[in-house]
């Protein structure tokens, strides 16, 4: 009876033990998950600011440029601008929308063209996410059906999160208290012990695949250029205005050497 009884506390203090092991990866696997929802939102509103004042300027250089080589190519073979109609052999190779297009400068505009806020989440709402994640993620359960449920449940929370929606997140919440009540109460020592050393195993990969995304998106092109902008701020600059304006100034000479060509061809 004494062997048994040891036993069955050796095992308590196993399931203690490795509760408390996967207690500390959970919560690290929190900070890590609101730190990736965090960085990816970041990242998509600045890539919106980046397309609105520079992505499309620079698709309006890519087409003057192959506008002038298509120029070019006509004047040598006597056609005209596709369906021109003008007298100005010019016209018909400039964009007038994009010419009356006013493109934005300051934050101010920008903010109105993307219709994206700055993504400032309250301590308050990152506290809520973490609570939610911590409760429900996906590799806290062994369950095939449950683990894609929870999957489902998480997407929910980062889009909500990402609104920083927080009535939206405490919906959730007692969605998920609902859909996945807890196990523990149905369980003996040793079905804890087996469940909570998946779950540890569960939770590391997860934490490794998170720090390989993290690491992936701070190197991008786009993560590259934010920092660079964020520098230029503390120096006093506009990084994208400045772009901007460069590329504002290639587009008019663009189009003044596509005027220049016309010139050349109605002297011909």
């Known amino acids: 009876m004494s062997s048994i009884s040891d036993t069955a506390s050796v095992s308590r203090q196993e399931l203690k033990r490795r509760q408390e092991e996967l207690h500390g990866l959970k919560r690290s ?5 609101l730190e990736l929802s965090t960085l990816r939102s970041e990242l998509h509103i600045f890539e919106a600011s980046y397309h609105r004042t520079v992505g499309v300027r ?3 250089l890519e ?8 120029f070019a190519a006509n004047l040598d073979s006597g056609v005209e601008a596709p369906g021109s109609t003008r007298k100005d052999p010019a016209a018909d190779w400039m964009n007038p929308s994009f010419e009356e297009f006013e493109f934005p400068h300051d934050e101010a505009d920008l903010s109105d063209l993307t219709g994206e806020e700055p993504f400032a989440p309250e ?3 990152k506290k809520l996410f973490r609570e939610a994640a911590r409760r429900f993620h996906p590799d806290l359960s062994n369950d095939p059906d449950e ?7 998480m997407a929910r929370l980062n889009a909500a999160y990402l609104e920083m929606d927080a009535d939206r997140i405490r919906e959730l919440i007692e969605e998920g208290e609902l859909a996945f009540p807890d196990p523990e109460a149905d369980e003996s020592v040793r079905q804890r012990l087996t469940r909570v050393l998946k779950q ?8 490794l695949q998170i720090e390989s995304t993290l690491e992936s998106l701070q190197k991008s092109d786009m993560a590259r250029l934010r920092d660079f902008c964020e520098t230029g701020r503390d120096e006093g600059r ?3 205005s400045e772009m901007a304006e460069e590329a504002d100034e290639k587009i008019d000479n663009l189009k003044a050497r596509i005027v220049r060509l016309a010139d050349d061809c109605s002297l011909m």
């Open 238 to 240: 506009d990084v994208l």
């Open 63 to 70: 087409r003057l440029k192959t506008s002038i080589l298509e």
């Open 200 to 207: 540890t195993g569960q939770v590391r990969h997860r934490l």
């Open 58 to 60: 620079q698709a309006e």
């Open 123 to 125: 301590e308050s709402l």
């Open 29 to 33: 696997l929190m900070e890590r998950e």
């Open 147 to 153: 683990i894609g449920k929870r999957h489902d449940l």
